[in-house]
């Protein structure tokens, strides 16, 4: 965590449109815009991409003017550890925090993955997102990723609805692994109609049933397949006092604010028997291959971030046989 050298600081911000509308419960994306942070030093290198936070009105424009109103006091040297108590959980410190990894990388020649203190990376089983639409769309559109292991479906809250999607996929892609996103649309009224649903459709996961700060409504309802925390656990502080109600952990660097909060949230979900996911906010393969980092401590991997996009960075991350790999040339050494 020692590591600070001077930079040069430059920042800008990119729409990242998608290629086609992407729907949630209560969202519907047309692009995913991201801040970009450069740090150089030296004739090295260093860059972070972040999205931030939607719902919690953490964007791209609040975030590059955080950054830009601490230009001082990054362009003089700052640690990652510092950097955690600088700025609070979010998509500012994501950008910079993984900035400051790859500027680290570079100037040292040590991979990421072994200043994370993890062993060589290996390829990733990743999910694939299909937006929520209509049972048959989704069917097709989950059909249509041919080399998938693993498929998440997204849900809205309209139980009978919801119901038919669930199906109407699994009868189309009878072997993957099926996870659900509800992204906080259902309550304790109406998960107990569900449940039974995603037990004979044999889905996998239940990620955030119910609405941030209303977890307890999840009390008194028996996990009859794994629940996840999203929208519920943003950061190291917050898992440790809403765990008890999950049984995954999904952590996002953008939600917690980087690389470094992540790697301390697994290890800590670790301790406290949770299991644990990593997921991402959309981006590019520069937002990837961070979260790929994570992703070796994970249990479940989440990031098909850049298929959503008109267009990816190059080099790009590679994606076959139903998983990840981060090519060389990319970010923080790996490859």
Known sequence: MSFSVPVQLELHNEPLPLSSPFRISGHVFTDMPATIVTLRHDGHVGRGEAAGVYY???????????????????????????????????????????????LEAQCTGIPAWRIAGLPAPQPLVTTFTVGADAPATMADRAAAYTDAIALKLKLTGEVD??????????????????????????DAATLPRLLPALLAARVA????PCRRGHEEDLDGIAHVLPFAADESILSLEELEARHQRFDVINIKLDKCGGLTEGLL????????????????????????????????????????????LVADREPSVRYSGGCIDIPSGLWGRLG
């Not at 996961?205 to 955030?208: D, V």
């Not at 959309?282 to 298929?307: K, N």
């Open 56 to 102: 919690l009105q953490d964007a791209p424009p609040t975030m590059l003017a955080t950054l830009e109103g601490l230009r001082a006091r990054i362009e003089a040297g700052i640690d990652r550890q510092a950097l955690r108590t600088l700025l609070p959980p979010g998509g500012a410190r994501n950008a910079l925090d993984l900035a400051l990894w790859d």
């Open 161 to 186: 609805l919801d119901i038919e999607r669930v199906a109407a996929v699994r009868a189309r892609c009878p072997d993957a692994w099926l996870g659900v996103d509800a992204n906080q649309g259902y």
């Open 205 to 208: 996961l239940l990620e955030q």
């Open 265 to 308: 949230m697994a290890r800590r979900a670790r301790a406290l028997g949770k299991k644990v996911m990593v997921g991402n906010m959309a981006g590019t393969s520069l937002a990837m291959a961070p979260a790929f980092v994570l992703g070796q401590l994970c249990d479940i991997v989440d990031l098909d971030g850049p298929t959503f």
